[in-house]
Each structure stands twice: as C-alpha cells, then as structure tokens.
C-alpha cells in the first residue's frame, strides 16, 4: 500500500507520520512529499530515512492513498490531480469543507456517509472536531437547539512559527509578527481574518461546520474564539441547549460510554481536562459537565483535545483506517 503525506515537513505532517506509525498502518512504501525548497530533505519514518519527494515524482508512483497537510491553495491544486488517477485523498485543509460535493468526517459522528466514490474527503476544523464528538451523542438523545462556545486555542493551531514566537517572547524577545499583538502573557480573541459580519473566519469554521457534520441545519451555533499563550491543546467552553430535559448523571454516563470521549468531572477533586494532560493523546476530554440555571434544558461542559493530534492529524488517520476497513483502498 502506497501511501503519500503531502505536506509532510510541517506540524501536522510530521504528526500524522508519527500517528500512522503508533496505529501501525499497513504502509509499503511511505510518499513524504512536500514544497519544493524541502525536495530532498530526509523524513523518519518506522525508524527509516525516507527522501522528501516533489508533487509529479509522488503521482508517478501512484499512491491509494494521499493525507494532505499543505494549505487550502495547495489542496484545491493539487488534490484532483491525486482523486485524477484513483487515490483516495484526505485533507486537512479549509479547502473543501464547505464544498457540497465533498463529506465533511469525523469518523465517531459520521464515517457511515463515505461512499467508495468519495476520493477527496474534508477533515473538519481542529475546534469543531473536539466539540461535535461531544455534541453527537448529546444530540442523539436529547436533541440540541444551540450551542454556545467560547474557545481558548493553543498557538500550535498556527504553526511551526507561533512556537517558536511564543518561546521568545517567553524569554524576552520581540517574537516574528505571526500575530498581531504579543501572545506571551496575552489572550488575543482573534483567530483568522474577520468577516463582513464581525465573526471571524475560525468563529464561521465552527457554526458552518457543525451543522454539516451533524447534518443538522436546525442547531444554532455562535462562537468566539480566542488564542492563548498554551502548547499542547484547545480548550473550550460549551453552552448546549436541547429541546429535551437532562439528567446530569445521565449525561456523564451517556458520554463516559461514548467513542472516543474521556469523562474528567470530579471537581472536589481538582480533576477536570486540562491541556496539559490532553497533550499527546488521542481521545477528546471532557468535564465541569453541570446545569445551566439560568435557562431550561441547558448544560455548560468544558472540552479539551489535543488539537495536532485528534484536531487534525488522528482524525485524519482514523478516516484511513475506515477506509482500509471497507476495502477500498485496495
């Protein structure tokens, strides 16, 4: 099985390498291709160097498979001319999320949409993955009108530099411009460009998104997303309103024995999600589960995930491994 990781250099990429090697992904021949100033360069890989390889080198050898990582210009280019010779395209991008021809997945709430003809296949926005784990079984049993949710996102969620502009600033340095105020020691509420409608883009990622995955244009969505000075996860304050009553036992075991939730929620015990443990796992954390009582039918909760990971890279490998699944990736 050839496999190709197109943006294979960056953040994401790197972690999606490291993923399919955790979940020992039945992989022959690994494809790490990327920009043409990395052409060359050297990936590890199951404890091997593989050569950095360029896009038309990549197509040549006629992958079935194809994890994008490279931007939303680059996967508008370039992934119809993998989907062109059959291989199965994953991508990471905003580039096709909100296209109608395209599924929108997060395997745990709706992998049973993907068809065999579905070459090119969207992963969802890190924030809106983390939460809809959470919300599909909520919705499923008592029926969710809106949500409301407040984001605390970390600065891996940018990038490579965002690291490395946090960390000088943290010792005393100016930092690179990645954002537009300082974010050591800072909250910026502020992720993407703004619209038209003062939401920013990130904000219009989250209640677009959400509906499409839950295929559920009824939900009201409203969002504010916020950057913090944090590696290693996002956090986030949800407001869910159903049109059905709850009981709050009820709801912890209902998500305790969903896929891939972990229920933290014992606050006499200082135990809740937090970033810190989220780091380098897999699973979608959630806790401070309580009624909203300021309003009928409505509970607050705090969601927490690895955003490289189950934000991007894991779900990305988890759609792979539904499609080896259904055999159709040869």
């Known amino acids: 099985m050839k496999v190709a990781v197109v943006g294979a250099t960056g953040l994401v990429g790197s972690t999606m390498l490291r993923i399919l090697e955790e979940r020992q992904f039945p992989i022959t021949e690994l494809i790490p291709v990327a920009s043409a100033r990395s052409v060359g360069t050297k990936v590890t890989y199951m404890n091997k160097e593989y050569t950095v390889v360029s896009v038309d080198d990549a197509l040549a050898m006629k992958p079935v498979l194809a994890l994008f990582s490279a931007g939303g210009s680059t996967s508008l280019e370039l992934a119809p001319r993998f989907a062109e010779i059959g291989c199965y395209v994953i991508d990471n991008s905003s580039a096709w999320r909100m296209d109608p021809s395209k599924k929108l997945i997060v395997p745990e709430v709706n992998a049973h ?46 990038g490579i530099k965002a690291i490395h502009e946090l960390l000088d600033e943290r010792g005393g340095g100016k930092g690179h411009g990645v954002y537009p105020h300082q974010i050591d020691m800072n909250v910026i509420p502020h992720i993407d460009t703004f619209q038209d409608n003062g939401y920013t883009k990130e904000e219009m990622k989250m209640v677009l998104e959400t509906c499409k995955i839950m295929s559920d244009d009824s939900i009201k969505v409203t969002a504010t997303t916020v950057r913090v000075p944090v590696m290693g996860g996002h956090s986030e304050s949800v407001n869910i309103e159903f049109e059905n009553d709850f009981d709050e036992g009820a709801v912890k075991e209902l998500l305790s024995n969903s896929a891939g939730i972990v229920v933290q929620d014992n606050p006499k015990e200082n135990v809740y999600p937090m970033p810190i443990y989220a780091s380098g796992k897999d699973e979608v954390f959630v806790g401070r589960i309580r009624r909203d009582y300021s309003q009928a039918n409505t509970m607050n909760c705090w969601i927490v995930s690895d955003n490289l990971r189950k934000g991007a890279a894991t779900n990305a490998v988890q759609i792979a491994r539904y499609l080896l699944g259904q055999g159709w990736l040869g």
């Open 113 to 158: 949409e993907l068809t065999k003809d579905d070459l090119i296949i969207a992963n969802p926005n890190c924030s809106t993955i983390q939460m809809v784990v959470v919300l599909k079984p909520l919705h499923d049993k008592y029926k969710i009108k809106r949500v409301v949710v407040s984001t605390y996102q970390s600065v891996t969620g940018t």
